[in-house]
């Protein structure tokens, strides 16, 4: 009954851990962009943590280094981007950033003229 018990646990475990890689390869592939909300963290650097929306032109307002384009960007190159306009700025020596999306911006489709089913 224990081995069993034992298999059981592993297989739960296992199954949490590609559920954790999943999720982590479907934010490295999301496209940021206009509406979205995401939550910035600077390891080491807790009063540089901010939540943003990302404005409709792409941009996004960081502390110390203003406006920051990440509309197209993947989650990894935004956060490469603002690590580097730290870098650049010499706010910070090395950087390293976490962006988590909070909010993904939905799908909006406008509809003209007459519409039989909605």
Request: hydrophobic share 45%; with cysteine.
């Amino acid at each position: 009954m224990s081995l069993r018990r034992l298999l059981q646990s592993l297989l739960c475990l296992l199954m949490f851990a590609g559920f954790m890689s999943s999720a982590q390869a479907a934010d490295a592939e999301y496209v940021l962009g206009p509406g979205d909300i995401i939550r910035i963290t600077v390891f080491q650097n807790p009063d540089l943590t901010t939540e943003t929306r990302v404005s409709e032109n792409g941009a996004i307002t960081f502390p110390l280094v203003g406006n920051v384009d990440v509309g197209g960007l993947t989650v990894p190159a935004a956060e490469s981007r603002i690590a580097e306009q730290l870098r650049t700025g010499g706010f910070v020596l090395q950087p390293q950033i976490g962006i988590l999306p909070l909010q993904i911006r939905g799908n909006q489709v406008a509809v003209l003229g007459q519409v039989n089913r909605p």
